[in-house]
């Protein structure tokens, strides 16, 4: 099994910033694509960033200029700077890992807890 630890969600004032990580770790041959989730009350989840392979990144028009995802392939960890926060990103963020435990094996989609994101007005 893949595990995902994700950190550093908390409560901030309107225009303040929050780093948020996530770990991968147990048995990983290869990862395709490390990715940023929210989801609010009442909403969907929703793709906040997204950073496959090819290190090309894509994020949701909404947090466009203010969020950045980064990663780092060695130590498996998947990051989220997100910068001038607004109450509307107020959600329970969650870190996504698609991989393949073994070089025959499928893609696999992994999830982690969820870390709250509060932004106060």
């Known amino acids: 099994q893949v595990q995902l630890v994700e950190s550093g969600g908390g409560l901030v004032q309107a225009g303040g910033s929050l780093r948020l990580s996530c770990a991968a770790s147990?048995?990983?041959?290869?990862?395709?694509?490390m990715a940023w989730y929210r989801q609010a009350p009442g909403k969907q989840r929703e793709l906040v960033a997204s950073?496959?392979?090819?290190?090309?990144?894509d994020y949701a028009d909404s947090v466009k200029g203010r969020f950045t995802i980064s990663r780092d392939i060695a130590k498996k960890t998947v990051y989220l700077q997100m910068n001038s926060l607004k109450p509307e990103d107020t959600a329970v963020y969650y870190c996504?890992?698609?991989?393949?435990?073994?070089?025959?094996?499928?893609?696999?989609?992994?999830w982690g807890q969820g870390t709250q994101v509060t932004v106060s007005s």
């Open positions: 996504s890992v698609v991989c393949r435990r073994w070089s025959w094996g499928l893609q696999e989609n992994y």
């Open positions: 147990g048995r990983i041959f290869s990862i395709e694509i």
């Open positions: 950073i496959p392979n090819s290190g090309i990144t």
